[in-house]
């Protein structure tokens, strides 16, 4: 089993910042896309961001050019640096992480429990 935490979210005006993290920990033998996701109230889940294990990102047209997606395969973290953040990026985030446990085992997709993120005034 592989779990997820993350962290990071909170309360933020309007053209402010926050940086989500979130760690994978457990029986963890390798680490493939580690993807964020998020669902407004009201509105479907959607994809945020992407990267691949070989650093390859992929971002919805929403946030390109305010938001980067990182990792850091040494932590099992990955991370979303969100700048320039308007009421509409108000939703709780998710994180996704296809991992396998053994070197026998297919990948399968985790998800965390979600962290909230506000951008009001």
């Known amino acids: 089993q592989v779990q997820l935490v993350e962290s990071g979210g909170g309360l933020v005006q309007p053209g402010g910042s926050l940086r989500l993290s979130c760690v994978a920990s457990?029986?963890?033998?390798?680490?493939?896309?580690m993807v964020w996701y998020r669902q407004a109230p009201g509105k479907q889940r959607e994809l945020v961001a992407g990267?691949?294990?070989?650093?390859?990102?992929n971002y919805a047209d929403s946030v390109k050019g305010r938001f980067t997606i990182s990792r850091d395969n040494a932590k099992n973290t990955v991370y979303l640096q969100m700048n320039s953040l308007k009421p509409e990026d108000t939703a709780v985030y998710y994180c996704?992480?296809?991992?396998?446990?053994?070197?026998?085992?297919?990948?399968?997709?985790?998800w965390g429990q979600g962290t909230q993120v506000t951008v009001s005034s």
């Open positions: 996704n992480v296809a991992a396998s446990s053994s070197y026998y085992t297919s990948p399968y997709a985790y």
């Open positions: 457990g029986s963890i033998f390798s680490i493939y896309a």
């Open positions: 990267i691949t294990s070989g650093g390859s990102t």
